[in-house]
């Protein structure tokens, strides 16, 4: 009676190795389900984040929407992020009489300075994608880029400034007619 | 020959010496990590060996220390979120909730009703991809290597559809004081109940290829019993103590969020072996998956995030909290004490496989070493998760 049933069980144990080999032929036939990347690249990727980027402007899509308010440098739990701030341009000769004019009246004289950041430094080797900046930016000018497969061969080429980087855009951008080419040297 | 005078100090680091000062006569001393491909990450166990029975065992740690503790005193609760998702690459949302959730009870903060469903969905097929990810490295460990690839299919499927709502594949930073960063789109909808169906489909493969095989029914069958009695005493949690026959799971045990709304079985197994820790993980594949089904026809439209949501510089109220939450493996606490200050005074993070690799020392002896790693990778171990 024993033997019997030691000779089920092997054959019931040899059967469940049998069981395992039906699944691999069944998926040995199937197609391929990897994909060989440098070859192929998937296409899942319209999702996932990139290093950061400045938003365009309404008028100008290449001058940053940002308000140099500095928030997101606040924010930022890396500190991976410097906003420099345009100075005042120097007033001509008829500004500063009309400022001076003003503030004999009493009245505050109206800040001429641009809002839009001189410099925006990124570190991105500091950063960890959270998009906490991005969610406390009062203006919407940060967002993820789609530029996933970014490599480097220095550190340095990580350390980048934002603004550079949105100008620059312009030159690989789909051309438009609407889009006059003096208009982008005065950033 | 002469000897070597410094023998002492060549022959090991402090653990292996001081570990070797007990050691029997004709024993050999020996370190299993902290690079061994067994051991997940850096691991090092230094072992006492006769033959190939271990008569003892010690794990070292801390060789992934990374002062995330030290990192909360020095970041406002906003601001540390980022840390959470890099504790536990298996299941990081389970360590986003726990923060998020003590900070929440700590402040007294109402999370709205569809961030909660939207939570445990997204906290649920995290834990789906743990499960998969351990059953692929386990069997790895136990020398199967196809059985990775199938759990990787799988595995992608879930990333994909976690992708569009976090934008990450593994270290997510997805929920926040209040709510979670955003809402499941329709999309993404859609992909998690396609790939439901696709799952279960799965699961009876996954039994047919691996889990009835004798190969591997011989490797874990009554390897590593733990009795109930040892896991208390060591507070092992999650699948671990669940395989000893314990329906303990914090989901049920201490409720939170819309868990005591839906309808799911805790499995446990009363093998008390590898093999009952590993049934209950593929068991607990279909409670997840009907979690998840419950929660995408419970979901009700609205807001995901509490309007006032703390912001970086926002200050927690003076007080302290515990929360935990039921993680992939095991119970995960966060216990926060604040005063009142710019950040927190001080973040306890409490790691479930921190307690499960404490057994390993008293389950492994007398084991032959083979037997070792099958009961170290039974017990789902996330080395960083460990060290935190």
Redesign the interface.
């Known amino acids: 009676m024993n033997a019997i049933k030691e000779a089920f069980k092997t054959v019931s ?2 059967w ?2 049998m ?2 080999l ?3 032929g069944k ?1 040995f036939l199937e197609p391929q ?1 990897t994909v060989r990347y440098p070859w192929k690249a998937l296409a ?1 990727t319209a ?3 990139g290093h950061l980027e400045l938003v365009g402007g309404m008028k100008d899509p290449f001058k940053p929407r940002c308000i140099s308010c500095g928030m997101c440098a ?5 500190h991976c992020l410097t906003v420099v701030k345009k100075k005042a341009p120097k007033p001509t000769p008829e500004e500063e009489k009309a400022i001076a004019e003003a503030k004999a009246n009493g009245e505050k004289p109206r800040d001429k300075t641009p809002k839009d950041p001189e410099q925006f430094i990124y570190d991105y080797t500091l950063c ?5 900046c991005m ?2 930016c009062p203006a919407g000018a940060l967002r ?1 880029s789609k530029n996933i497969y970014m490599a480097g061969y220095s550190r340095n080429d990580f350390l980048f400034d934002l603004v550079v980087k949105l100008r620059e855009s312009e030159a690989t951008a789909p051309t438009e007619p609407a889009a006059p080419a003096a208009e982008k040297s005065e950033a | 020959m002469t000897q070597n005078p410094l023998l002492e100090q060549v022959a090991g680091d402090f653990y292996t010496n001081n570990f070797a000062k007990t050691a029997k006569e004709g024993s050999l001393i020996l370190n299993l990590g902290p690079q061994h491909p067994s051991t997940h990450g850096v691991l090092r166990v230094v072992v006492e060996m006769d033959g190939e029975y271990i008569l003892r065992a010690e794990p070292v740690l801390g060789y992934l220390h990374r002062m995330h503790e030290k990192m909360a005193e020095v ?1 406002t609760a ?6 959470m998702g ?1 504790v536990d690459y298996g299941h990081a949302l389970g360590w986003n909730w726990a923060f998020v959730g003590a900070v929440e009870k700590l402040a007294g903060i109402e999370v709205p009703e569809r961030a909660e469903y939207v939570r445990t969905i997204t906290c649920e097929l995290n834990r789906l991809a743990s499960h998969l990810l351990w059953w692929g490295a386990y069997l790895l460990d136990l020398g199967a290597f ?1 059985p990775i690839m ?1 759990a990787f ?1 799988d595995r992608e499927k879930i990333l ?1 559809i976690l ?2 709502p976090t ?3 593994l ?1 997510y ?1 997805y929920f ?1 004081v209040g709510g979670v ?1 955003q809402d499941l789109n329709e999309d993404c909808i859609a992909s998690i109940r396609e790939f439901i169906p696709w799952m279960r489909s799965r699961l009876p ?1 996954y039994k ?3 889990s ?4 591997l029914r011989k490797r874990i069958e009554g390897v590593g019993v733990i009795e109930p009695e040892a896991c208390r005493r060591y507070g092992a949690t999650g699948p671990v103590i669940r395989g000893s026959g314990v329906a303990y799971d914090v989901r049920r045990s201490d409720p939170y969020s819309v868990y005591p709304k839906l309808d799911f079985e805790i499995p446990t197994s009363e093998l008390k072996d590898a093999r009952g820790r590993y049934d209950v993980r593929i068991a607990e594949f279909e409670q997840s998956l009907r979690i998840i089904e419950q929660c995408l026809d419970m979901m009700p439209e609205g807001d995901v995030l509490v309007k006032g949501a703390p ?3 926002w200050k927690a109220p003076k007080g302290e909290a515990y929360f935990a939450v039921e993680g992939a493996r095991g119970k995960i606490g966060v216990y926060l004490v604040s005063d009142g200050g710019k950040t927190l005074y001080r973040t306890k993070l409490r790691a479930p496989g921190f307690c499960n690799l404490s057994l390993f020392a008293e389950v492994s002896q007398g084991t032959i070493l083979a037997d070792a790693v099958a009961i170290l990778g039974s017990l789902d171990l996330i080395i960083p998760e460990i060290d935190r």
């Open positions: 144990d040899l469940s190795l069981v395992g039906r699944v691999t998926y389900r899942n999702t996932y984040k606040l924010a930022c739990p890396s960890s994608l959270c998009g906490t969610e406390n993820f | 970041k906003a601001q540390f979120i980022p840390n890099r196809t199938y299919d994909d992708q569009i934008g990450s594949r270290t930073s926040r960063a493969m047919d290829l691996v009835d095989n004798i190969i912001k970086p510089a």
